[in-house]
Structures are given as structure tokens and as C-alpha cells.
């Protein structure tokens, strides 16, 4: 019938969702990048920082489209998809179950059947594999073992970008 409700109700589950995916892929970045020297003032500083982030997030006024309008479904339903591929990446690269990876995978799979915009995700990967080569103390001896340790990383989220490629032709 004419009813939206629940339309209105899964798309405001589906932004609740990214708000909270967002929150602890802000985390991780908060933990590695923070800069203070003692261990509960960078554990306080990454709460804040992720709780902050996320906060803006959720709460941004002027694109409440997103979540009111049918015809925004799209938009949350993919930048749902692609942050949780990307923390379930942040967790698999932190020495995490296979699983993760997996979980990833299917991720992305789901945001590039949603809309084509999930096609950035392994750019984004990439540069945070550059930020993980910089955390881990990334020298210029360390820059070609690291690309080439990056590069595997982002060899299956690349093939099914091409696979993608091949089916939308």
C-alpha cells in the first residue's frame, strides 16, 4: 500500500548500523594514531575520537535523505555494506580468523550488488595498509616487503572487482 514505514524503519537500521561499524573502524584508527605516551590517555583520546566520529556521523543534518527518502535506500544500504568490509579487513589484518577476510569479501560483494560505489573500497584498503606499514614503523627498507605484503592483502577484494567488471559487461 502506500504505508513506508517500513521502508523508513530498515533504512534507519541500516544507518544505525553504519553509525556503529563506523564507531569501532574510528577505534581501531583512534588506537594506532592517537600519539599520547601512556596507555589509558590513548584508550581515552581513540574512545573519544571513535565516539565523536561516529556521533557526527549518525547525526549529520544536511543529508537526511539517506534515511527519509525511499529512493535513498541505496546510499545507506551500500555505506552500510562497505564499512563493514572494511572492519572486518581492520580485524583480519590484525592477525584475526581467516573469517574475517571472508566476511569482508561477502561484504563487499553485497555493497557492489547494492550500488556501484563499493567499487573504492580496495583504494581504501590500500591506503590503510599505508598506514599500517607507517604504524608498524615503516622505513624505506620496510616500503617493498611492505607494498608487496599489501598488494596480497588486496588481491582477492581486487578480483571480484574485475569479476564485477566482467558481469556488469
Known sequence: GLNALGFHITNLLFHLTSTIALFFVSLRLGKA?????????????????????????????????????????????????????????????????????????????????????????????????VLLWWERGGTRKTLIPGALNAIKAIVPFAVVIALYFVVRL
Open 33 to 129: 594514531f592517537g600519539g599520547e605516551s601512556t596507555q589509558s590517555n590513548l584508550r581515552g583520546s581513540a574512545l573519544a575520537f571513535a565516539f565523536f566520529s561516529s556521533l557526527i556521523f549518525g547525526l549529520y543534518p544536511l543529508h537526511p535523505e539517506a534515511v527519509s527518502w525511499i529512493t535513498g535506500r541505496v546510499d545507506t544500504i551500500v555505506t552500510t555494506f562497505i564499512i563493514v568490509s572494511l572492519w572486518c579487513y581492520m580485524q583480519w589484518r590484525d592477525g584475526k580468523s581467516i573469517f574475517w577476510c571472508v566476511g569482508s569479501i561477502v561484504s563487499l560483494i553485497l555493497g557492489l550488488l547494492s550500488k556501484e560505489m563499493a567499487i573504492t573500497l580496495p583504494a581504501t584498503m590500500a591506503a590503510y595498509e
